[in-house]
Structures are given as C-alpha cells and as structure tokens.
C-alpha cells in the first residue's frame, strides 16, 4: 500500500485538522498528498493546503480558520518537557492532549487552556486550583495530578494518563442504559474516590459521567477537579456567590442557586443524578434549554428510577432517591453513609441508611403538615413542600414490613395483644 506522508509538521497537523473537524475526508486528503508528493520534482512545488483549495475540498475561508487551529496547535506543542502526541478531547474549557512525559518516559494527558481563556485571570485561577487540589488526592479511584505550568502563553495541567472510556462515551455509544450490578461497581467506586477527597475537605462539584473514566481493567477514575476548591475557602466562595457552575443535569439545586455554603452534599447530589443517569439511561430532568433543566432541579419532583425500569432493585432506586433530595438536609449526612448503603446492595443487603433517612423525611413530613396552616402564613411553608420530592410509593410499603425494627414492633404489639386477651379470658 502506497503510504504519503506531508512534507512538514505543520501540514501534518493542517491535514489532521481539517479532518477531525469534518471540512474534508481522509480519502481526499490522502489523494492531495499522493498530488503533493508527485509534484516534489517539479520546479513549482504548491502546499498542500492549496491543492486541497484547488481541488475543491475545502474553501480558503475554512483554510484560513483551520491555519489559525494550526498555529495554536503548534505552540501547544512546544511544552518543555513532553512531547505531544494526538488529541484526547476537549470540554467547554479546555483541550486533553495525550503526551509522552520525556524525563520518566511514561503517557501523561496534558489539559490545555485555549489562549483567550489564558488571558482570563478568573479561568487561569481555577485552572491552578484544579492542580493544586487534585495533587492533594492520593487514590486508585482519582486521576493522578502530576504537573501545572505555562509554556508560551498557554496554562496547562499534566495527569495520569488513563486509557480507555468515559461513562459518557459508554452510554452515548452503547445506547442504552448499565445493567445494575455494572452501575452499581463503578459508582461505589467514585463513591469511595469522594469519601478520599471529602475527608482531605475537598468538594469536586462537577461530578458527571464525563468525568468518570473506566480502564480496559474496569477501574473507575474520577477526573477533573476542575471547580475543586478547599471547604471553607471563603474567598473562593465569595468569587462564586451567585454563579452557578457545573453541569446541569447533574448540577445540585444549592449550585443553582449560587449558595456560599456548597458543601460535599453537593457531590452526593451529582453522584445520585450520574447513577441515575447509568442505570436508566436518561438524565434526571430533560429540558430544551440549561436554564429549564436547572429549574426542574429546583421545583420539579423526581420520577423514581425504578418507575423507569421497573425491574430495577429498591435497594438501587432509594439510595438515588435520598441522595437525589432538593434539600441538601434530607441526603445522607456522610458520603461515607452513601457508600455504606451502595456496599449493603452490592452484597444484596437493604440500604438501612437510606430507609432511616426517608423515616426521619417522613416524620419531618408529617410535622410540616401538621403546621402546614402556620407555614403557610409565614410563608416559608411552599419552600418546604416543593423539596419533598422522595416518592417511595408501593415499593417501600411493602418493604417496609420486612424492615426487623417494623419487624420487631409488629411482634411486641401482637405479644401484648395477646396477653391482654388472655388476661381477660382468664377473668
Ligand atoms: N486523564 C485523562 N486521560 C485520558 N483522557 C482524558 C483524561 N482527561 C480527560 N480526557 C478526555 O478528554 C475529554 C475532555 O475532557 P475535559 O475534562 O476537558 O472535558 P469534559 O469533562 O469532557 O467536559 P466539560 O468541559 O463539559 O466538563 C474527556 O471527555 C476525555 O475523553
Ligand atoms: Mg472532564
């Protein structure tokens, strides 16, 4: 097979540019550096971008914007130190590049602020916060921090490499939703990554299926401390107070509203809405628009997972249901709770943690009630009610008289009914 290489780093990028971002295929760009090659011995040699133009594969205005790429791209990779290899991806700040560290001779994926945001001093300051932060986390669970820098104008942030594919990427490709047990693996594992990072005082705050990466060993990775910032970092807080960052669909309500006070609940939150996300293969609330999506977070209640797929286990859907509570006071008190319940399941055992959380919702319910006319006057009462959003229905009714203190109740009260009966007959 006849293979053509480009003449020069720069037209090897161009090349791979203009066909990632779909302006031409690989055959015609293949066919122009086979035209490319054929013209070395001529005297009038042309580029290979205006074969390209003049063979009509691209326009010189995409050219143009594609050089502009190119330029960038080549000073991306003039990081001392690495060698930068093919393109990971990229999210709404940054580029992932895979790169080989020269010192240790190891894969390295280095996080590449684009220039403009470089130039943003609120942006660079998260991004040396995502480095700092991550490198504080030492876990099988947590992308490695090893580096952050600046080289040519450009910040970046240098982590473990890790092969293989986001939970994002898996449902998006596989269609459909994890089975249970699946789901059930990864999540204890970026639960136990967030017990790590919450008792070091860290909150990540934008805990997503994107930011979850599964090895070809099936370990998951939680990446991208990215709005990581330390708990009680009143400055911090004070920059964010009143924007709301993060995800929507994943995004907690206390996000939403801009609150100064995020604290580790939030990831719960976030843990819950990816959960969900995995094992019904549907977001949480879907929205034409991120602003209806975040209201839906705030007002609208939760459809139960298991309303969705009906053969999923109560265990699975309650843990969801109580991390997934409005009101951050009605989640579990600990993320090391949650991960508790997700073991119990695991092993086929009921989360008590999650039932003892609704019975304390249910007996708070029930006060609210009962001052619903109070509540109502002073206006704090509407609050209150649109965070009820914990639907157990049939499920736990059923569940609920297999619990051993329901259990153990149940047989006192029959005891004495008994005694009692017997007292009087033996009247
Ligand atoms: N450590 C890593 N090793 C290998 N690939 C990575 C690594 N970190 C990120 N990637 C890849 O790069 C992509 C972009 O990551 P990035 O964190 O910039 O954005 P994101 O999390 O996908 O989205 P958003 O910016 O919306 O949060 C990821 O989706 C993943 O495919
Ligand atoms: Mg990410």
Known sequence: MLKVSAKSTGETLLGRLLVEQGLCTSDELAECLVVQSQQDKESNQRSLADIMVANGFIT????????????????????????????????????VFKARQLSLDRMVAIKVLPKKLSENKEFVDRFYMEGKAAAKLNHPN?????????ASGYHYFVMEYVEGKTVYDH????????????ALGII????????????????????????????????AKLADMGLARQVGDQAAALAEAGKAYGTPYYISPEQIRGEMHVDFRADIYSLGATFYHMVTGRVPFEAPS??????????????????????????????IEVAMAKDPGKRYVSTQDMLTDLEAVARGEPPLLARRSYDLTSLANME????????????????????????????????????????????????????????????
């Open 60 to 95: 010189p205005t995409q050219l143009n914007r594609v050089r502009a790429a190119v330029e960038e791209q080549k000073s991306i990779q003039q990081i001392p130190g690495y060698q930068i290899l093919s393109k990971l991806g990229f999210g709404a700040m940054a580029v």
């Open 188 to 219: 204890i594992q970026i639960c136990r990554a967030l017990v790590h990072a919450h008792q070091h005082g860290l909150i990540h705050r934008d805990v997503k299926p994107k930011n979850i990466m599964i090895t070809p060993t099936g370990v």
């Open 290 to 319: 991120p602003a209806a999506v975040m209201h839906k977070h705030l007002k609208e209640p939760l459809i139960p997972p298991d309303h969705i797929v009906t053969s999923l286990s109560a265990g699975v859907a309650e843990i």
């Open 142 to 150: 947590i992308v490695a921090a090893y580096d952050v820098g600046e």
């Open 368 to 427: 609210s009630t009962a001052g619903a006319a109070d509540s109502l006057v002073s206006g704090g009462g509407a609050d209150v009610h649109s965070q009820a959003t914990i639907d157990f229905s049939a499920r736990t009714f059923v569940q609920k008289f297999t619990d051993p203190l329901v259990l153990f109740l149940a047989g006192t009260l029959l005891l004495a009914v008994i005694f009692i009966i017997a007292l009087l007959l033996s009247r």
């Open 171 to 182: 449902l998006v490709d596989s269609g459909k939703p994890y089975p249970e047990n699946e």
